[in-house]
């Protein structure tokens, strides 16, 4: 069965870190991109981080310099590190893969989710 | 970065309705668009990708289209299980964006 577990969510001070790492299973996950994506409570799904099979990264505006990704394709697993968290940050962060379709243009798509796990940042 | 701008934000409808959601980009992402539909609790599920293909296993009363700026998301004919949020996703750039949202409640 094809399947992302995210773990590492919790409880951390504003300025605090937190790594948040996501184990996939029942695919090569060395043949696919991978994402972060985060939802805050009330709010909507927002885009956070994506890692290509080549190791190459990208971020929003919103989170670039403060977030990185990376993956260890030898454990199959991803990981989102979390610095300079702010109250802001507080959401369910779900990682996904991305599949891709086409022959002549190649169309990217988050076919597979984990159930997320939950970074609260409060004092 | 492209905004997606979802309407309505929410509606509110019977078993059995149609109900049509639109999704515009504030530029062009050709057919690069994505449906996604996210219940609370659960993780997100895709609906639609590459703005109308069907995702394996969705049921045929959903379908998409447009391209350029303007989508569309339909069902057919809403069933229980379809009361949720839904969302459009662009991966027409590397900095991918979604819609807002738009929540589908029981009339």
């Known amino acids: 069965e094809v399947q992302l577990v995210e773990s590492g969510g919790g409880l951390v001070q504003p300025g605090g870190s937190l790594r948040l790492s996501c184990a996939a299973s029942g695919f090569t996950f060395s043949s696919y991109d991978m994402h972060w994506v985060r939802q805050a409570t009330g709010k909507g799904l927002e885009w956070v981080s994506a890692?290509?099979?080549?190791?190459?990264?990208y971020y929003p505006g919103s989170v670039k310099g403060r977030f990185t990704i990376s993956r260890e394709n030898a454990k199959n697993s991803l990981y989102l590190q979390l610095n300079s968290l702010r109250a802001g940050d507080t959401a369910v962060y779900y990682c996904?893969?991305?599949?891709?379709?086409?022959?002549?243009?190649?169309?990217?798509?988050?076919?597979?989710w984990g159930k997320g796990t939950t970074v609260t940042v409060s004092s | 970065d492209i905004q997606m701008t979802q309407s309505p934000s929410s509606l509110s409808a019977s078993v059995g309705d149609r109900v049509t959601i639109t999704c515009r980009a504030s530029?062009?992402?050709?057919?690069?668009l994505n449906w996604y539909q996210h219940k609370p609790g659960k993780a997100p599920k895709l609906l639609i990708y590459?703005?109308?293909s069907l995702q394996s296993g969705v049921p045929p009363r959903f379908s998409g289209s447009g391209s350029g700026t303007d989508f569309t998301l339909t069902i057919s004919s809403l069933q229980p299980e379809d009361f949720a949020t839904y969302y459009c996703q662009q991966s027409y750039t590397t900095s991918w964006t979604f819609g807002q949202g738009t929540k589908v409640e029981i009339k």
């Open positions: 530029q062009s992402v050709s057919s690069y």
């Open positions: 890692i290509g099979t080549t190791g190459d990264t």
């Open positions: 590459a703005a109308s």
């Open positions: 996904a893969r991305a599949a891709v379709a086409g022959t002549i243009y190649y169309y990217y798509y988050m076919d597979v």
